[in-house]
């Protein structure tokens, strides 16, 4: 069974730091690209990051780029996100998603929970 | 701001068929990227729905159906349910951004 548990969030001041990570088990996690998604408080679903499966190529979204840095480990099977400059416009649940490639589409197969990242004085 | 638009809610009775809209631009859906639909159930994780524009995943009830046309996408649910009740995002890919994107999500409410 795919399973994807994130922890590391909290309450932070803003310009304060946070490393979120996300634990896999269940899949060859080296295999497949994983993604963070962010939900802030009442709001939609924000793409924040993604890395490849062998952990070469990350991408960002312009809101993040610079301050955020994704990572993984994957002799720990395990995803990383440093959080840096924090603002409040980042408090948010953050998820981890495990990507899924076909031809023409990435889409986000299992999810983890969430952690919730607070940023606030 | 998203660049896939929803409607913000739908609504319908118990039995009754809603859809969903989901509707974006050359640079997306009219680019040819496919669109996936997620639902979140009240305090939980997203959960993917439909994948490449009409695939249900194991375990999904056949009662959701995704189609894509031009420049949009559509989910509908036939025989709605309470247990329904969730909110629903289209997710697709932008050229011009060069990343996922997601819509900007409907709440669907039973009656």
């Known amino acids: 069974e795919v399973q994807l548990l994130e922890s590391g969030g909290g309450l932070v001041q803003p310009g304060g730091s946070l490393r979120l990570s996300c634990a896999a088990s269940?899949?060859?996690?080296?295999?497949?690209?994983i993604t963070w998604v962010r939900q802030a408080p009442g709001k939609g679903l924000e793409w924040v990051s993604a890395?490849?499966?062998?952990?070469?190529?990350?991408y960002y979204a312009d809101s993040v780029k610079g301050r955020f840095t994704i990572a993984r480990d994957n002799s720990k099977n395990t995803l990383y996100l440093q959080m840096n400059s924090l603002r409040a416009e980042d408090t948010a649940i953050y998820y981890c998603?495990?990507?899924?490639?076909?031809?023409?589409?990435?889409?986000?197969?299992?999810w983890g929970q969430g952690t919730l990242v607070t940023v606030s004085s | 701001q998203s660049v896939l638009t929803q409607p913000p809610s739908v609504s319908g009775a118990p039995g009754q068929r809603v859809t969903i809209s989901c509707t974006g631009s050359?640079?997306?859906?009219?680019?040819?990227?496919?669109v996936h639909w997620y639902q979140q159930l009240p305090g939980t994780a997203p959960k993917l729905l439909i994948y490449?524009?009409?695939n249900r995943p194991s375990g999904v009830p056949d009662r959701f159906s995704g189609s894509k046309s031009a420049t949009s996408a559509s989910l509908a649910i036939s025989g709605l349910q309470a247990e329904d009740e969730a909110d629903y995002y289209c997710?697709?890919?932008?050229?011009?951004?060069?990343?996922?994107?997601f819509g900007t999500g409907t709440k669907v409410t039973v009656l």
């Open positions: 998603a495990k990507e899924m490639t076909t031809n023409n589409a990435v889409y986000f197969d299992y």
């Open positions: 269940g899949f060859t996690f080296s295999s497949y690209a």
């Open positions: 890395i490849s499966g062998s952990g070469g190529n990350t």
């Open positions: 050359s640079s997306n859906i009219g680019a040819g990227f496919d």
């Open positions: 490449n524009n009409i």
């Open positions: 997710q697709s890919y932008d050229n011009s951004l060069r990343h996922h994107v």
